[in-house]
């Protein structure tokens, strides 16, 4: 039996907390963690966790097995107590005919720091459970205003900043979601080009679950003056999940991958980031060190951390993307 680690063990993530002398969540280190998994079979093979991680991410079926075979466990009895809350209302409310809608999970986090694979791996976990065959995944950088737009208002280097994502479309789209609408349309976005793809989307037709994940999926907006309440991206969300690791370990990661990139999709010349294949790799660096400092991580301390206390669940990663301590919001 394992039992969730003392407050006093887990200094770096209880910063947010102490000043109020406790905290809403239970943390635990990965080994206890890993024992809620119970009987959960691993059932994803190597070559799809292949498929499914990210260039630079280099999670292995050990590290499902650890972290995300409970989580997935974790989730699924979430869903089935929602979907089991939504059977006993519509009796209450005798409204037989109306369909359910998607259970939503939010993942929030920095640029870098490993989001994509975590919400792919979640995806095909969590359609394996009988409860949710049919999972979908979207992310936020559909949402973005084009580079066309930005650069009308200036704001190309604020790409990831609130003021650089159409809310009101993002906000649109989850609100028909979770209507249970059908057919639903997902903008799409595309590193390659860098920029939205305005002839392009995903079709959402009423999946079991929604999987959301961007930087900003927690953000709230600042009240406007007419004291009009706006609902948030999470208004709208189940169960939401923050990826969180030290700056400098992000910081890595992404000089890392934009190296690795330069290898490899960079070279593609439809690439937005084609001409950085080409220079030196210290002139490279430069160009990625200014863009984290400058954008992401600028982003990361104002508008993306300041959001994690918001999080029903916090991966925190160590190194090598390896998670080292979870914490589960008290109910
Ligand atoms: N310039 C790029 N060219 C091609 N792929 C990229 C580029 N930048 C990021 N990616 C890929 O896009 C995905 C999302 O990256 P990012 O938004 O930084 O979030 P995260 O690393 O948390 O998943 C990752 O799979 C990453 O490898
Ligand atoms: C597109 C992103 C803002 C991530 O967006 P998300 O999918 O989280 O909505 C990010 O990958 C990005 O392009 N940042 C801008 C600076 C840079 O090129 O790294």
Same mark, same amino acid.
């Given at each position: 039996?394992?039992?969730?680690t003392?407050e !006093? ?7 947010h ?26 059932t994803?093979?190597?070559?799809? /966790? ?21 989580? !997935? ?6 869903v ?19 369909? &359910? ?13 490993? &989001?994509?694979?975590?919400a792919?791996?979640?995806?095909e ?5 009988p ?13 973005l ?5 930005l ?7 604020r ?11 993002? /906000? ?5 979601? &979770? ?11 595309s ?8 002839n392009?989307?995903k ?13 900003n ?13 706006i ?8 169960? !939401? ?16 991958r ?15 980031? +084609? ?18 400092? +400058? ?16 999080a029903?669940?916090?991966?925190? &990663? ?5 998670v080292e301590?979870?914490? /589960?919001?008290? /109910?």
């Amino acid at each position: 039996m394992t039992t969730a680690t003392r407050e !006093s063990e887990t200094p770096e993530m209880l910063d947010h907390f102490q000043a109020n002398g406790y905290s809403p969540y239970l943390f635990f280190t990965s080994e206890e963690w890993a024992q809620f998994r119970a009987d959960t079979p691993l059932t994803l093979t190597s070559d799809e /966790l292949k498929r499914l991680r990210s260039i630079d991410d280099p999670i292995d079926l050990d590290e499902v097995r650890r972290i995300y075979l409970s989580l !997935s466990r974790l989730l699924s009895a979430h869903v089935e107590s929602s979907q089991l809350l939504f059977q006993q209302r519509s009796r209450f409310l005798s409204t037989a005919g109306v369909s &359910k809608t998607p259970f939503v999970i939010g993942i929030a986090g920095s640029v870098a720091v490993g &989001k994509s694979t975590t919400a792919r791996i979640l995806k095909e976990l969590l359609a394996r459970w009988p409860s949710s065959p049919k999972v979908d995944l979207v992310t936020t950088d559909g949402f973005l205003y084009s580079n066309a737009h930005l650069v009308r208002h200036n704001i190309l280097n604020r790409k990831g900043f609130p003021e650089s994502y159409d809310t009101g479309a993002l /906000l649109r789209f989850l609100s028909a979601i &979770k209507a249970g609408l059908p057919n639903v349309k997902a903008p799409a976005y595309s590193h390659l080009i860098y920029d939205v793809l305005p002839n392009e989307h995903k079709i959402i037709d009423r999946p079991d679950i929604l999987i959301f994940e961007g930087i900003n999926v927690l953000q709230s907006r600042d009240l406007p003056a007419d004291g009009k309440i706006i609902p948030i991206v999470s208004d709208f969300f189940d169960f !939401s999940i923050y990826i969180d690791a030290e700056e400098a370990l992000i910081h890595r990661w992404y000089v890392d991958r934009f190296m690795k990139l330069r290898q490899t999709a960079f070279r593609d010349p439809n690439s937005y980031f +084609n001409r950085y294949a080409a220079i030196s790799e210290e002139e490279a660096l430069t160009i990625a060190e200014g863009l984290w400092q +400058n954008t992401n991580l600028k982003n990361l301390r104002e508008n993306i951390l300041p959001t994690r206390p918001r999080a029903d669940l916090i991966l925190r &990663k160590g190194d090598n993307h390896l998670v080292e301590q979870v914490a /589960l919001r008290k /109910l």
